[in-house]
């Protein structure tokens, strides 16, 4: 599936004031955890359905799972059930995993993330795999020197992005520490023709930890977003 320019996700929203703050404020995209044990946005299913409805009545603001999940039957389940169409493989699910998706889920947006550590991607022998299981899109983010995924505020480097991108055959989005701030020295990334967007989370937060109009209205008038699903319907 295309998937157009503009995208700012921010992840992490658990409430239903949460959705209706992304919506109103710029975000195209709300990441919703499930399956990401010790998260701190972890959802239960209902709850996920609940947010997941909640999105997609926006007329604006597309859910998305992020899990760490590596159980293509239960995904494709939990998808069908909660009509979630775009789903983020946050772990390190093989290129099994995607390929099982797809088969089951042609219509779905599948994005896989990569995990960049000290500048080196660590999917890197697995990306052409990747491809033809059927990702649509890549996010690019950061680990911990210590392993940890997912969150982390670690930032990327432009040159270790520069570096991975003439692998990649699918669009991306940007993570690890994305601020406003941060654009004008990712720029060369920005003008690649893969480039779609960015994934936050802290960024989008106030010093208590909520997320907070100000922020996400700040990053999205940095990052230019457009409404995404009137682009991709």
């Known amino acids: 599936m295309s998937v157009p320019a503009g995208v700012l996700k921010v992840c992490g929203a658990t409430e239903l004031a949460d959705i209706a703050l992304l919506a109103a404020h710029g975000a195209t995209c709300a990441g919703l955890w499930h399956g990401v044990p010790?998260?701190?946005?972890?959802?239960?299913?209902?709850?996920?359905?609940?947010?997941?409805?909640?999105?997609?009545?926006?007329?604006?603001?597309?859910?998305?799972?992020v899990t760490f999940l590596g159980d293509p039957d239960a995904l494709v389940t939990l998808a069908r059930r909660t009509g979630l169409r775009w789903l983020q493989l946050h772990a390190y699910q093989p290129p099994s995993?995607?390929?099982a998706?797809?088969?089951?889920?042609?219509?779905?947006?599948?994005?896989?993330?990569?995990?960049?550590?000290?500048?080196?991607?660590?999917?890197?022998?697995?990306?052409?795999?990747?491809?033809?299981?059927?990702?649509?899109?890549?996010?690019?983010?950061?680990?911990?020197?210590?392993?940890r995924i997912g969150s982390t505020g670690q930032a990327l480097r432009a040159d270790d992005v520069l570096d991975l991108l003439p692998r990649l055959t699918r669009p991306f989005l940007l993570?690890?520490?994305?601020?406003?701030?941060?654009?004008?020295?990712?720029?060369?990334?920005?003008?690649?023709?893969?480039?779609?967007?960015?994934?936050?989370?802290?960024?989008?937060?106030?010093?208590?930890?909520r997320l907070a109009a100000p922020a996400v209205t700040a990053l999205a008038r940095a990052w230019r977003t457009v409404p995404l699903l009137e682009e991709t319907r």
């Open 38 to 65: 010790g998260g701190h946005a972890d959802l239960p299913e209902d709850r996920l359905a609940g947010l997941v409805t909640a999105a997609h009545a926006t007329g604006r603001l597309e859910p998305v799972l």
């Open 97 to 99: 995993v995607v390929r």
């Open 101 to 147: 998706l797809r088969a089951a889920l042609p219509d779905a947006v599948l994005v896989k993330v990569l995990h960049l550590r000290d500048g080196v991607c660590l999917e890197r022998p697995l990306i052409g795999a990747y491809e033809r299981a059927g990702t649509d899109l890549f996010l690019l983010d950061t680990t911990t020197e210590d392993g």
């Open 175 to 209: 993570a690890g520490g994305i601020t406003p701030a941060h654009r004008p020295g990712l720029e060369a990334v920005v003008s690649h023709p893969g480039f779609r967007g960015v994934d936050v989370d802290t960024a989008a937060r106030d010093g208590h930890g």
